[in-house]
C-alpha cells in the first residue's frame, strides 16, 4: 500500500463549469429509469476510475453476506459523470443510482443547489462513525447545519516533495525548515549554490491547477474561499499572506514560470530544475514511474508552517459516497456504504483494489501502512496519517468554486506578471466574486 492513489480525485474547473452549464439548461437529456423498485434486492452505483474498482470488489463481497441482494456499480468516468447526476438531481432523482461517488468540490455545490439531492446519513446513524475518520474531511460530507451526507472515501494531503541533492549542496538542513519564511531563505542560498530556484509555478494561470499553491498556503492557516456560512473569504488575512508568499518568493527571482500541462514532468525529471515541489499526497506514487532515474534525489517531508506553531497539514481533498434521496433502497444502500468505508472488512478490499489512501483510520494501524517507501527511503504513510491527524478544518466549496478559482487565477496572474499589490488584487476579485454570485464577503 503507498500513500498515492494514483488518480485524480478533484475534477478540474471545466467539469465544474460544464455542470453549471447543465443546470441552466435542465430538464431536457434526463434518464427516465428509476432507481428501482420497492423491495428491490439491486442497489446501484455510480464511480469512476480507481473508486470503481474497489467499489465493485467490496459489492461482491456485501453480496456474500446479503443473500439475494446484487451490487451493479458502473464506471461512469470522469468527468461525464458530474453531467449526469446534475441532470439527475436537476429532474428530482429520475435516474439516479441508488450510491454516488462525490469529489469534494461537489459536496457543498450539490448541496446548495439541491437540498434534497441526498439522504441525510445522519439520520441513519451516520454521525457514530465521525470518530473514525479525520475530521476535517468527515465535516466536509455536511451541510450548513451539521447533518452528514457522505461518507469520507478516500483522501489526500498536501506534502512537500524536495530535492535532496540540491539540498545537500548548499548545505541547507530540510528539517531544520520549521516555517515558510525559513523555506524561503533555503531557497535564496540554493539558487546561489545551484542556480536552481525554489519552485515553479504556472504565472498566467493557464489552468485552473495554477492556484494550487496558494491553496495548500491559504488551507494553512484554516483559510479558503469561502467560510461555512458561505460568505467569501478570498481576501483575508490567512489568504493575502499566501499571495504574499509567493509574491516576495517571485520578486526575489526564485520561481520558474512554467505552464501547469508542462510542469509536474518536467521538475519531476530535473529538466526544470526546482528545489521543491508542494503537493497532494496521490503524487507519492507518481515519481517512480515518471522519474524513476531520480530515485535517491528526491525526498518528501510534511510542509512547514506558515508561523511558528502553525498547521503543518492542509487538505488537498477527497471523495465521499452518498445516498440517493430518491433512492427506493435507503436503508440497504447506507448498509453497504457503512460495509465499504466503514469496517476494516470492507476497506482492506477496497484498499486493495482500487490503490487508494483510506480515510477509514482503524486501516493505518494495519501492517501494510508500516513499510518505508523504496523510492524516498521513508515510510510515506506515516507522513500522510501524521498529516490528517492534524485538526485541519473543512473546505467549504459551495456551488461557485468554479467562479472563485477563475478570479483568484486572474488576481495571482496580476500579482506575478504585472506587480500589483496582493491586498488590492484579492480586494477586487472578492468584490468581482461578489457581484457574480450575490454572496457576502466575511466581516462585512
Avoid at 492513489?5 to 478533484?10: D, K, L, V
Avoid at 474498482?53 to 441482494?69: I, S
Avoid at 517512480?288 to 488537498?316: C, D, H, I, N, Y
Wanted: glycine share 10%; proline share 4%; with cysteine.
Amino acid at each position: 500500500m503507498t500513500a498515492s492513489s494514483r488518480h485524480r480525485w478533484r475534477t478540474r474547473v471545466g467539469a465544474l463549469t460544464a455542470a453549471g452549464a447543465v443546470l441552466a439548461g435542465l430538464l431536457t437529456g434526463c434518464s427516465t429509469s428509476s432507481s428501482g423498485d420497492t423491495g428491490s434486492k439491486t442497489l446501484t452505483a455510480w464511480a469512476w476510475g480507481s473508486p470503481a474498482v474497489g467499489m465493485q470488489a467490496a459489492g461482491k463481497a456485501f453480496e456474500k453476506t446479503h443473500p439475494g441482494v446484487t451490487v451493479k456499480v458502473q464506471d461512469v468516468g470522469n468527468p461525464a459523470i458530474w453531467d449526469k447526476i446534475t441532470t439527475g438531481m436537476a429532474a428530482g432523482g429520475t435516474g439516479l443510482p441508488d450510491v454516488m461517488d462525490i469529489g469534494g468540490d461537489y459536496m457543498g455545490n450539490y448541496l446548495e443547489t439541491f437540498p434534497d439531492g441526498f439522504a441525510n446519513l445522519s439520520d441513519m446513524g451516520a454521525d457514530s462513525l465521525s470518530k473514525d475518520f479525520p475530521s476535517g474531511l468527515w465535516d466536509g460530507g455536511q451541510d450548513t447545519k451539521g447533518q452528514q451526507f457522505g461518507v469520507p472515501f478516500e483522501v489526500n494531503t498536501n506534502l512537500v516533495f524536495y530535492r535532496k541533492d540540491l539540498f545537500e549542496k548548499a548545505g541547507v538542513d530540510v528539517d531544520s525548515v520549521t516555517t515558510w519564511d525559513q523555506m524561503l531563505d533555503a531557497g535564496k542560498k540554493i539558487k546561489q549554490a545551484t542556480g536552481a530556484n525554489l519552485f515553479a509555478i504556472d504565472k498566467a494561470a493557464s489552468q485552473a491547477d495554477a492556484a494550487n499553491f496558494w491553496q495548500m498556503l491559504a488551507r494553512l492557516q484554516k483559510t479558503f474561499f469561502f467560510d461555512k456560512k458561505g460568505d467569501i473569504t478570498l481576501n483575508d488575512t490567512g489568504s493575502v499572506k499566501a499571495l504574499q508568499f509567493l509574491q516576495e518568493a517571485n520578486d526575489a527571482g526564485l520561481v520558474t514560470d512554467i505552464p501547469q500541462s508542462q510542469g509536474t514532468t518536467s521538475q519531476m525529471k530535473g529538466q526544470s530544475p526546482v528545489a521543491i515541489m508542494p503537493g497532494a499526497s496521490w503524487m507519492v506514487g507518481s515519481f517512480a514511474s515518471t522519474a524513476p532515474e531520480m530515485q535517491g534525489k528526491w525526498g518528501v517531508r510534511t510542509s512547514p508552517a506558515m508561523e511558528p506553531g502553525g498547521l503543518t497539514a492542509a487538505s488537498a481533498g477527497g471523495t465521499y459516497l452518498t445516498v440517493a434521496k430518491a433512492s427506493k433502497n435507503q436503508a440497504l444502500a447506507y448498509e453497504f456504504v457503512k460495509y465499504a468505508m466503514a469496517t476494516k472488512d470492507g476497506q482492506q478490499i477496497v484498499t486493495e483494489k482500487a490503490g487508494l489512501f483510506p480515510s477509514f483510520e482503524p486501516m493505518w494501524d494495519e501492517a501494510s501502512f508500516k513499510k518505508d517507501d523504496p523510492y524516498f527511503g521513508v515510510n510515506t504513510n506515516d507522513l500522510v496519517t501524521g498529516a490528517l491527524s492534524q485538526k485541519t478544518p473543512p473546505d467549504y466549496y459551495t456551488k461557485d468554486y468554479a467562479k472563485a478559482l477563475k478570479v483568484y487565477d486572474d488576481a495571482q496572474t496580476q500579482v506575478l506578471v504585472q506587480g500589483k499589490d496582493p491586498r488590492k488584487a484579492l480586494d477586487a476579485a472578492a468584490d468581482l466574486l461578489k457581484s457574480q454570485t450575490g454572496r457576502k464577503i466575511s466581516g462585512d
